[in-house]
């Protein structure tokens, strides 16, 4: 059983940070994709960044490149999403996911496990 837990949700101003942490467990990850989606209310879940195990292979959407930094640490299975300057459309609850792909994919579709997900609220 995969077990994926998300923490670092907050509330934040517009232009502030924040740092999202996914750490994930019961299985060997070794060679998996780990992406982070989110879900605003009234839409639908969308690929914000995806990092593949050799972190040679990063994706970001448009809405976040620039501002947001995936990372992760093989040795904790563990995936970060650091998010600066944040905007108030970046309001959403953020899903950690793995995929047992080689090479990052945007379809949430292709990806196998799902955190419960952490709330993110920028205020403007």
């Known amino acids: 059983q995969v077990e994926l837990v998300e923490s670092g949700g907050g509330l934040v101003q517009a232009g502030g940070s924040l740092r999202l942490s996914c750490a994930a467990s019961?299985?060997?990850?070794?060679?998996?994709?780990m992406g982070w989606f989110r879900q605003a209310p009234g839409k639908e879940r969308e690929f914000v960044a995806g990092?593949?195990?050799?972190?040679?292979?990063?994706l970001y959407s448009d809405s976040v490149k620039g501002r947001f930094t995936i990372s992760r640490d093989n040795a904790k299975n563990s995936v970060y999403l650091q998010m600066n300057s944040l905007k108030s459309e970046d309001t959403a609850v953020y899903y950690c996911?793995?995929?047992?792909?080689?090479?990052?994919?945007?379809?949430?579709?292709?990806?196998?496990?799902w955190g419960q997900g952490t709330q993110v609220t920028v205020s403007s």
């Open positions: 019961g299985r060997r990850f070794s060679g998996y994709v």
């Open positions: 996911a793995l995929s047992t792909l080689v090479l990052v994919t945007t379809d949430s579709l292709r990806y196998n496990y």
């Open positions: 990092i593949s195990w050799s972190y040679g292979n990063r």
